[in-house]
Each structure stands twice: as C-alpha cells, then as structure tokens.
C-alpha cells in the first residue's frame, strides 16, 4: 500500500513553544490530507482537511490560529502548533489517500506525540 | 455531518471465539465504510472496507456487513487470535471526504 511518514514520531516542548509536524506522502501524490488529535483511549477527531494550494478546511471547534496548517505541494502538508500549552497534549496523526476521493482508502502516518511541559 | 456510533467500547472474547462489532451512522450520502485496527501508539491499519454498493465482503477470518437501509454496518472477527487483541474503529464518509469515526472498541482476546 501507498506510505504515509509523519514526523516526529515525538516531541516535548516547553509552553508557549511552537511546534511543526510534517507528513509527507512517500510514493503519491496527495491533494488532500487530513489531520486528526487523538487523545489517550478515544478515537479520532478530524481537525481539518489540508487541500493543496489552498486554505485548510478546520473542523468546528478547531483554532485555526492555533492550529495552522500548509499544504505546499502535493506531497508534504505541515501542522503547526502555535503557543503550545499542556492541554494541547495529544497524539496527532495524518492522513492521506492515494487515489482521489473516490478511491475511499486513507493511509495513516506514524503519528506524533506531542507532550508540552 | 457524518455521526458514527459503535458498539460495544470494550468486547473481551475467548480465543477461538467470534467478536462481533456494530456501528450506525447517520448520513445516508455516506458510500465508504472501512474498519481500522490500531495497536498501542500506533497508526491505524485498514484490515477491511465495503462500499454501499455491496452488502457483505469477507477476507479470510474478518468479514462486514453493511445494511443501508437500517444504516449499519458490522465487523465479524471468526477464530479469534490474542494478536486480534487492539483497539478497532470503524469509519464511514462520502469517498474519502470528511470521514468520520466510531469510538472505538478494544478487543481483548484471551489465550
């Protein structure tokens, strides 16, 4: 199947850092991904959608000031984590797919572990 | 949008035995049904998908139906094995658009 990298795998940052996940499509061009916050024992929350060339689609009750999101080329979309605080702990991971929206399967980075002190 | 159900959040099954997890979501434009296995700090594994065309697909000892009508759909794991044990999510979406998740079920499975 197609590779989706995330990286880091894991950070920690003091509070009021901010902080870059990158996720890269590894052998396909990706137009949009995705960017989901999982916290420990619950399930994935879509955050936004990252279209290339274009604004993200944040999801309600996301910051979009907080959590800004570049989509510059096909295969690279970055989340950045502005003045982070503890509460903005969590596990986040992207996603991708290979074939456009009608293909349907997403693959998954590694995931970042974002602990902030 | 898109809401997803699933049930039960914790299944514990004997090895050997089925497990069996149920999911409704509410957006009948909703075409795209996948189920993902996610160990412990790791990424989500796509183990098996359907689209609302079809009604049932198997792959080995995991299979899943899907009800359109009723809007639900279902995970079947036959001849569990301890390496089944994870947490699975099921998803549902319109092609890959603003897929949505179940809240998981962590599935133990006892040698």
């Known amino acids: 199947g197609a590779v989706v990298s995330q990286h880091p795998s894991w950070v920690i940052c003091k509070s009021g850092t901010s902080v870059k996940i990158e996720c890269r499509s590894l052998?396909?061009?990706?137009?949009?991904m995705f960017w989901y916050r999982q916290f420990p024992k619950q399930s994935l929350m879509l955050m936004a959608t990252?279209?290339?060339?274009?604004?993200?689609?944040?999801e309600q009750g996301v910051e979009k000031d907080k959590f800004l999101i570049n989509h510059a080329s096909l295969t690279l979309s970055t989340l950045t984590v502005t003045s982070a605080h503890p509460e903005d702990s969590s596990f986040y991971i992207c996603?991708?797919?290979?074939?456009?929206?009608?293909?349907?399967?997403?693959?998954f980075g590694e995931g970042s572990r974002l602990t902030v002190l | 949008g898109e809401n997803v159900e699933q049930h039960p959040s914790t299944l514990s099954v004997q090895e050997g035995d089925s497990a069996v997890i149920k999911c409704t979501y509410s957006?009948?434009?909703?075409?795209?049904f996948p189920w993902y296995k996610q160990e412990l700090g790791k990424r989500p594994q796509l183990i098996i998908d359907?689209?609302?065309?079809?009604g049932e697909k198997k792959d080995q000892r995991i299979a899943v139906t899907l009800n359109k009508t009723a809007k639900h759909f279902s995970l079947h794991i036959t001849e569990t094995q301890p390496e089944d044990s994870a947490v699975y999510f099921c998803?549902?979406?319109?092609?890959?658009?603003?897929?949505?998740f179940g809240a998981g079920t962590r599935l133990t499975v006892k040698p």
């Open positions: 990252s279209n290339e060339g274009s604004k993200a689609t944040y």
């Open positions: 996603s991708a797919s290979s074939g456009g929206s009608i293909t349907g399967e997403l693959f």
């Open positions: 957006d009948s434009a909703s075409n795209y």
């Open positions: 052998d396909f061009q990706a137009t949009t």
């Open positions: 359907i689209r609302s065309n079809v």
């Open positions: 998803a549902a979406s319109i092609g890959n658009n603003d897929m949505r």
